[in-house]
């Protein structure tokens, strides 16, 4: 039985979601995605109205007359989300934890996705895979989803993104849209990124708790590896200290942005001290157009 305070935060979640999706994301979610699901049937004549981007140079140039693409539908979307449960998660300095972070931005995209009809799956990892769901449709099957993020408590701590990675190429023979949602505070999971970036329209999810970044002046300081267990202690009053661990942070986040763009998968930076709906919204309007 779901405990009361769960039961509670779940409804929460769903109508501030629901809400959030009716009247500003859901419109940006279909614009970003689409094309996706869409097959070439033919073309034909430019019209007053017609969207410019969907102008086809090469006909027009043989014809002299602008001609624009159609398409036609050829399947729904399927959405997945793997998702990084390890004990780094549980870290939050702010209002929330990394975790529940997580779980809320995949029911915000989740809502979007059903809401045009596309199908949703789940994939939880820590340095093992420890859940999967197979893609459905349907507000029952989020809400399951929704549920189990909040309420899963993972068997093991530590993290291994390329083990996550390796389980969706096994379980995900067709394309998908798939949002790697972690802290990354692993590494050795590039050659199997590359891989499902080409397979799959990867995004990587990447959240931040700002004590990650940057550490108040509060004296001496225990520092406790949540996957490792290993301890340390700092002097935060020593400004050498506190500007050396800012240092760390934005050489570690600038480290994680260039491997990316590296491998071409799109980032969504998250913070956990900032509002995530606007940062997917700008995300969504960008990739919009680059379509």
């Keep these: 039985m779901i405990p009361k305070e769960l039961a509670k935060k779940i409804r929460y979640i769903q109508i501030f979601t629901t809400k959030t999706v009716n009247n500003v994301f859901a419109g940006e979610y279909e614009s970003?995605?689409?094309g996706h699901g869409m097959e070439f049937e033919d073309v034909r004549e430019y019209q007053p109205g017609d969207e410019v981007r969907s102008i086809d140079w090469n006909v027009t140039a043989r014809t002299g007359?602008?001609?624009i693409k159609r398409f036609i539908e050829e399947r729904e979307l399927t959405i997945m989300f793997l998702v990084d449960l390890s004990a780094s998660g549980t870290f939050g300095s702010i209002e929330k934890t990394k975790n529940e972070i997580a779980a809320e931005i995949c029911a915000l995209i989740a809502f979007s996705a059903i809401k045009n009809n596309d199908k949703?799956?789940?994939?939880?990892?820590?340095?093992?895979?420890?859940?999967?769901i197979s893609p459905k449709k349907g507000m029952t099957h989020v809400l399951r989803l929704i549920r189990?993020?909040?309420?899963f408590k993972p068997r093991k701590a530590q993290t291994n993104i390329q083990e996550g990675l390796a389980y969706l190429g096994r379980v995900m023979r067709k394309k998908a849209v798939v949002f790697l949602v972690s802290d990354f505070l692993e590494s050795d999971y590039e050659k199997q990124m590359r891989i499902m970036g080409k397979r799959h329209d990867l995004i990587a999810v990447s959240i931040t708790d700002p004590r990650e970044m940057t550490l108040p002046p509060v004296g001496l300081l225990e520092l406790e590896d949540a996957e490792t267990g290993e301890l340390i202690v700092i002097d935060t009053s020593d400004p050498g200290i506190r500007k050396q661990y800012e240092k760390q942070g934005k050489e570690r986040a600038s480290g994680l942005n260039k491997l990316f763009r590296s491998m071409g998968v799109d980032q969504i930076d998250i913070r956990t001290d900032k509002d995530y709906v606007s940062t997917l919204m700008r995300f969504f309007l960008e990739r919009e157009k680059r379509l």
Excluded at 120 to 132: H, K, N, P, Q, S
Excluded at 148 to 151: A, C, K, V, W
């Design 32 to 34: 970003a995605f689409k």
């Design 65 to 67: 007359k602008p001609y």
């Design 120 to 132: 949703v799956g789940l994939i939880v990892f820590t340095d093992v895979v420890e859940m999967f």
């Design 148 to 151: 189990e993020l909040l309420y």
